[in-house]
């Protein structure tokens, strides 16, 4: 084969410039193809992650959902009126029968707080002074427990009975309990009157009943 020959040969056997560039193309595709999928498998290993933690947390969410709504059926069950109060002073919670104690107009919950309530509660009591300076050692010990007994304008004589409130150890706010002892006080100052009055009748009657 002559060198003329020879060249004509190797000429034919090299791919055209068009078919090598085509070629890098192919095998650039396919590189970008590869990484492609490995990412595909790495989200959707991911997305499946995701999933089991999203179904977790919304069988989570689903539960405090339920116990939420026994706890508030509860209270609202309670003879008691039950404030829960944030530690900004916003009211987070409060049972029906609490609104029906200190007559609070509908209007008024949406915007219910500590200073709008004690305004409320400032014109119903027969004792505003005593009232405000209970209110104001709340604030000054807001991680002590205070009991007292509020007497109102209309006769009604209510026990109230405040409680830091914690989670997790951490003060967040508070929760008082209002509990209408109007009857029970009426009876016992008829008892005192009477024993004052007539106490050998009234400790014979009392003897007699046992």
């Excluded at 490995?38 to 689903?62: D, P, V």
Aim: aromatic residues 4%.
């Amino acid at each position: 084969m002559t060198q003329a020959q020879a060249s004509g040969a190797h000429a034919e056997r090299q791919p055209p410039p068009q078919a090598a560039g085509l070629t890098d193309l192919v095998n650039r595709l396919a590189q970008e193809l590869a990484e492609a999928r490995r990412s595909l498998a790495t989200a959707t290993q991911k997305l499946g992650t995701t999933s089991r933690t999203l179904e977790g947390r919304t069988q989570e969410l689903t539960e405090a959902r339920a116990a939420l709504a026994l706890l508030l059926a509860t209270l609202d069950s309670t003879t008691d009126g039950i404030l829960a109060m944030g530690y900004f002073g916003r009211a987070m919670h409060y049972n029906t029968r609490f609104i029906e104690m200190w007559g609070i107009a509908a209007d008024k919950l949406a915007t219910l707080n500590d200073g709008a309530l004690l305004a409320m509660q400032l014109a119903q009591v027969k004792d505003p002074a005593r009232f405000l300076s209970l209110a104001e050692a709340r604030k000054a010990h807001p991680d002590a427990e205070q009991f007292s007994v509020i007497e109102l304008t209309d006769g009604r004589i209510f026990e109230c009975q405040v409680s830091p409130q914690r989670v997790r150890g951490k003060r967040v706010g508070s929760v008082t309990s209002f509990h209408d002892v109007t009857e029970r006080e009426r009876m016992s100052r008829v008892i005192s009157a009477l024993e004052s009055e007539l106490p050998r009748q009234v400790a014979d009657a009392r003897a007699s009943s046992y």
